[in-house]
């Protein structure tokens, strides 16, 4: 026999084997994304979490027009009869409108920061929400996986290797863990 028989004789040999053999069972992992960003602008939620911050802070909002028309109406009078004016009136109308105007500073100050806390309540509320609904759309389609621009929303324990790096670094090294490397059966 020819070295070249033997060569070909071998190779058939593992060939047959190659295909003799079961193959190891392919899992089939679902991963998905989902743009956070893009569900927050376009949720129907969005619309409704900006209309309670309009209901709720409109009488103030409101309040505050009112005082700055009131405080240009005072800004006119002085501007056309100031040169007309009783020093003390004339007097009066500029420490009305400085008194005014620092009101007006003020008031709007606090209303922007009470519109930016309870819009960061709601926002927060909406995100749960949406997490939420993720997660739940996750497990009931069968997606292992689903990862966002912010981070993973959901992780099926299929895929969950925390346990096994967990034992790697009680081991000190991550060799430690290779063998031990198969997926946690702990859901998040």
């Known amino acids: 026999m020819t070295r070249m028989h033997a060569v070909a004789i071998s190779l058939g040999a593992a060939l047959c084997l190659a295909f003799a053999m079961p193959a190891p069972a392919q899992t089939s992992v679902r991963i998905g994304f989902v743009n956070v960003n893009y569900v927050l602008a376009n949720a129907p939620q969005t619309r409704e979490v900006n209309e309670t911050l309009t209901a709720e802070f409109a009488p103030r909002e409101a309040a505050l027009v009112a005082l700055d028309a009131e405080l240009k109406a005072n800004r006119e009078r002085l501007d056309r009869d100031g040169a007309v004016m009783a020093q003390t009136e004339r007097t009066a109308l500029e420490r009305e409108i400085v008194n005014g105007q620092r009101d007006l500073e003020r008031d709007a100050g606090v209303l922007q920061e009470d519109v930016q806390i309870r819009q960061n309540e709601l926002v927060n509320e909406l995100q749960s929400t949406i997490a939420t609904r993720i997660?739940?759309?996750?497990?009931?389609?069968?997606?292992?996986l689903v990862v966002t621009n912010q981070g993973v929303v959901y992780a099926s324990a299929a895929i969950?290797?925390?346990e096994?790096?967990?034992?790697?670094?009680?081991?000190?090294?991550?060799?430690?863990?290779s063998t031990e490397a198969a997926p946690s059966t702990t859901e998040e």
Request: hydrophobic share 50%; net charge negative; proline share 0%.
């Open 160 to 162: 969950d290797i925390t």
């Open 164 to 177: 096994a790096v967990l034992r790697a670094l009680s081991s000190g090294s991550a060799a430690g863990a």
């Open 135 to 144: 997660q739940a759309f996750a497990v009931a389609e069968g997606y292992d």
